[in-house]
Nanobody, 124 residues
Framework: QVQLVESGGGLVQAGGSLRLSCAAS????????MGWFRQAPGKEREFVSR????????YYADSVRGRFTISADNGKNTVYLQMNGLKPEDTAVYYC?????????????????WGQGTQVTVSP
């Protein structure tokens, strides 16, 4: 089993920045990719970004490319999502996910473990 705990969410004004963290514990050696998804009220959970342990290729949703940066610290078993230029439409609960297969990781079904989520609210 792998446990994921997100932190770093909060309330920020449009144009501001936040850095989310996802600390992984347990059988982290079984995981190959880490991803961030988000879910706004009344909407489906959507892909935000993904990275593989060891600094592999990072993927981003078109809506966040150029504003968000994902990174991974293998020594700390922690993944980060640096979010700059935040917009009100970025408001959502952000979830961290871990996958046990080395895949592109743009869909929910490619992940095996999920965190509880952290709320990000961007005011106009």
């Amino acid at each position: 089993q792998v446990q994921l705990v997100e932190s770093g969410g909060g309330l920020v004004q449009a144009g501001g920045s936040l850095r989310l963290s996802c600390a992984a514990s347990g059988r982290t050696s079984s995981t190959y990719i880490m991803g961030w998804f988000r879910q706004a009220p009344g909407k489906e959970r959507e892909f935000v970004s993904r990275i593989s342990w060891g600094g592999g290729i990072a993927y981003y949703a078109d809506s966040v490319r150029g504003r968000f940066t994902i990174s991974a610290d293998n020594g700390k078993n922690t993944v980060y999502l640096q979010m700059n230029g935040l917009k009100p439409e970025d408001t959502a609960v952000y979830y961290c996910a871990a996958g046990t297969r080395l895949v592109e990781g743009r869909t929910r079904g490619q992940y095996d473990y999920w965190g509880q989520g952290t709320q990000v609210t961007v005011s106009p």
